[in-house]
C-alpha cells in the first residue's frame, strides 16, 4: 500500500483529548501528527536563506496572479501580492538585483 493511502497516525495527545489549539505546549506532537509542518518549515527556511529560490518562488506565484487577473492588475500589483503572500506563508521576501 502507498504509504499517501495509510490510515492517518494520530499521537498521545489527540487520543487523550488534549485541545489542537495549544500548538505551543505540543507542537512537537504536530510536527509527528502532521509531518508537512515540518516540510513547510524547512521550505521557509530555505526561502529566507536563498535569495535565488525565494525569487523563483515569487515568480512562481506573481505571474499566475498577473495571468489570472486578465488586465485587471499591473505585474507591479501581482508582485506586491506575491510579496505579502511570501511573507505571510514563510517569512520570506525575494530581493531582486538592480
Known amino acids: 500500500m502507498s ?4 490510515e492517518p497516525v494520530f499521537c498521545k495527545a489527540h ?3 488534549v485541545p ?3 500548538r505551543l505546549r505540543h507542537w512537537l ?3 509527528e501528527c502532521f509531518p508537512t509542518a515540518l516540510s513547510v518549515r ?3 527556511k ?3 536563506k536563498d535569495n ?8 512562481n506565484i506573481a505571474m499566475p496572479i498577473f495571468d489570472g487577473a486578465k488586465g485587471k492588475l499591473t505585474i507591479d500589483e501581482a508582485n506586491a501580492i506575491a510579496d505579502t503572500l ?5 517569512k520570506a521576501k525575494a530581493t531582486f538585483p538592480k
Do not use: K, N, P, T
Open 3 to 6: 504509504e499517501y493511502l495509510q
Open 15 to 17: 487520543v487523550y483529548g
Open 20 to 22: 489542537w489549539r495549544d
Open 52 to 59: 535565488g529560490f525565494a525569487i523563483s518562488w515569487h515568480a
Open 29 to 31: 506532537c504536530v510536527i
Open 46 to 48: 530555505a526561502l529566507q
Open 86 to 90: 511570501m511573507m505571510h506563508l514563510f
Open 42 to 44: 524547512h521550505l521557509s
